[in-house]
Structures are given as structure tokens and as C-alpha cells.
């Protein structure tokens, strides 16, 4: 505009004047904190199958495993060779087939031991175990064997002792 063009009684506008006429601009929407897109809702879905999936699956071993702590504190507790004896038969045939386990003695059972877990038996371990329930009730164990009974409880393998089991 020029001043030829400004209106009489009216004065030219000053550039205070014309920023005091601006108006606020309108605040902006909350920006959402919930995803928009379905993939990452699927990738929720995912996570939370996978977590109930790995919850399961710790579950269902902590079931199956149930028999070994069972088996252990009462190993801590065996003041005899006799009473671990009768906690290594009960721990076997809660791990495999009756008719697998039941029937063994002697040298058979000591060598259905060592198939089954990890590393041998020690022979002078099976062997008080062999005599276990033939010597004095107040006979403690030795070290030997309440440790090998332990390492065998903790490390057998359910089904790799033989075949016909599930």
C-alpha cells in the first residue's frame, strides 16, 4: 500500500500493531501413546504366545522333575544304606516302565545305573548298594554312595536307559 492508498483518518499500521492482531494457533492433539498400526499389535500377540508357550513348558518340567527333588530330600534325610537303596528303586520306577525296573537286582541293577545316568556307577558304590539290605539296619552310607546316588538322581535320562520306554 502505498500512502496515496491509505484511507483519511486512519493511520498506517505499525509492525507492533500488527503482530498484536495475530491469533494463537490452536494447541496440537496429544500425540498417542498406543501403536497405530496392527503389526505391532501382532508382534504383542506374538510375545505374549511365546511367553505363555516358555511358562508352559516350565511347568510341565518342573511337574516331570517333581520325583527327583522329592528323591533328594529324602537322600538328605537316609540315615541307612538300605533306606537309600529303597529312594534310588522309587526314583527309578517313577523315571521308567515298571517292568523295566522292577525285576532288577544285583549286578543287573548297578548296570541299569550306570546305562542310565551320566557316567558309571562306581563300582565300590554298587557294590555297598548290592549288600545294602542284607547288612546291619544301623549301617550308615558311605560317602561314596550317597554322593552317587545324588549324581544319579540329578542326571539321569528317562527313557535312555533301554528300549520300551516312552
Known amino acids: 500500500m502505498n ?18 492482531q495475530l491469533i494463537e494457533p490452536p ?5 498417542p501413546m498406543v501403536p497405530q498400526t496392527w503389526g ?5 500377540a506374538l510375545l505374549l ?3 505363555v508357550a516358555g511358562l508352559w513348558r516350565w511347568h510341565r518340567h518342573r511337574i516331570a522333575n517333581a520325583y527327583r527333588r522329592t528323591a533328594l530330600a529324602a537322600l538328605a534325610q537316609a540315615a541307612t544304606a538300605a533306606e537309600l537303596a529303597a529312594i534310588l528303586r ?3 520306577l517313577a523315571a521308567y516302565p515298571r517292568a523295566e525296573v522292577a525285576s532288577l537286582t ?3 541293577w548297578t548296570a541299569f ?13 554298587g557294590e555297598e548298594l548290592r549288600r545294602a539290605p542284607y547288612r546291619s539296619p544301623d549301617a550308615a552310607p558311605s560317602a561314596e554312595l550317597r554322593q552317587a546316588a545324588a549324581h544319579w538322581i540329578r542326571t539321569h535320562r ?9
Open 49 to 51: 504366545a511365546l511367553l
Open 40 to 44: 505391532w499389535a501382532a508382534l504383542a
Open 3 to 20: 500512502e496515496d492508498e491509505i484511507p483519511q483518518g486512519e493511520a498506517p499500521e505499525s509492525l507492533v500493531s500488527l503482530i498484536g
Open 106 to 108: 544285583g549286578r543287573d
Open 113 to 125: 545305573l550306570s546305562r542310565s545316568g551320566k557316567g558309571d556307577f562306581p563300582d565300590a558304590a
Open 27 to 31: 494447541q496440537p492433539l496429544p500425540v
Open 158 to 166: 528317562p527313557g535312555a536307559a533301554g528300549e520300551g520306554t516312552a
Open 90 to 92: 522309587r526314583a527309578a
